[in-house]
């Protein structure tokens, strides 16, 4: 019956212009309520295991790969106007979540792989639903951009660092193999993506370029799979990735309505994790679940009280402020998910992102539309 209504709830709410923002949240928390009321749906269907480490990480791709369809290349030069922002909101970004996460692991005595999760959901590049509070809000959208691409970039460094760092003590952290893993989770979808993007504006000795890099990507995937070669799985997605974005640009030139889909397939698949990592980690969170939901509250709101207040500290304006704020606050959940899903501990490692995830919406979504009635000037 709570299910029912949650998902008529999330249908439904389209309807009302005030309230159809909160839709993606109605349909977290509605994963979240399947996964805790029916754990054994969301284990096998049929012969397949719905936490099979290929089909997470193929899930985690495409949700990354939509969310990179919503980015531009030219997100990655705004660096010029913005450079001192985007040097202390990486900064930011980087040090108060996963400090903050350790603080809290030390403070509520978590079992060590949630405890581990913690860490690793403040040890997370931002997403782009920090993009989208800092729209609602109407504070500084491309200072907001340019953080989000940068920390999506340096990710595959820091994460794994932070981990190892951080973490160390309650799970074992290989370093090399992590960084691998992000960068076929993040970097290897977006870059996907960010082709597409290319080629809509490419010049025809580009395009030409392009052709060629994907004729050789072909060759190279068919060599890997006679087995001629020792395998090489980060070259083999990359190669992947390039006829990805070529075979996407190729579609949405055909039907252009597929770039309004992707988002609500990313929007999909977050759901999907959020369910079989709520299944599999059910057991815990019968225990410790109003504990780490509260964990979650302090440390979500530890990102926007620090982020803004150090970024004020700094000598950044009331707007640029607030950007950095909801860039700390906010994190990508779903690479925390794919992440937890590789290292094969979704009932552990990948609890914390499961209960920060719908939090995070929640609040920012509040926050945003407090910060626009504050007199902001309008969305750039």
Known sequence: ??????????????????????????WIIAAVAAG????????HWGPVDLRNKWLV??????????????????DFTGLAGTGKGVLIGLACHFSIMPLTGYLLTRIFHFDPGIAAGIILIG?????????????????????????TAMAT????LFTPMLMKLLAGTYIHIDFGAMMVEIIKIVLVPIGAALLHDYLNSASPAGRRFVTAAG????????????GWLPSDPVSGFFAGAILV????????????RVRTIMPYISMAGIVYFTTVTTAAGRDNLLHVGLLL??????????????????????RLDKNAARTIAFEVGLQNGGMASGLAGAMGKLGTLGLAAAIFSPWMNISGSILANYWRRRNTPPPQ
């Open 57 to 74: 990480l193929v899930v985690i791709q495409l949700v990354m790969f939509g969310m990179g369809t919503q980015m531009r290349l030219k």
């Open 245 to 256: 974005g070529i075979g996407y640009h190729a579609l949405v030139r055909r039907c252009p």
């Open 123 to 147: 040890s997370c590049s931002s997403g782009l639903a920090s993009n989208v509070m800092v729209y609602i809000a109407g504070a500084n959208l491309t200072l907001s951009v340019a953080v």
């Open 293 to 314: 939901f509260l964990a979650s509250v302090i440390h979500n709101a530890a990102g926007y009280f620090f982020g803004y207040w150090l970024s004020r500290l700094f």
């Open 36 to 43: 805790m009321l029916y754990p054994g749906a969301f284990s």
């Open 215 to 226: 004729v050789l990507s072909a060759v190279w995937l068919l060599i890997l799979a006679t």
């Open 153 to 156: 970039l340096a990710a595959p």
């Open 1 to 26: 019956m709570i299910l029912a209504i949650l998902i008529l709830l999330a249908l439904g709410i389209r309807a009302f212009p005030r309230w159809k923002g909160y839709q993606y949240t109605l």
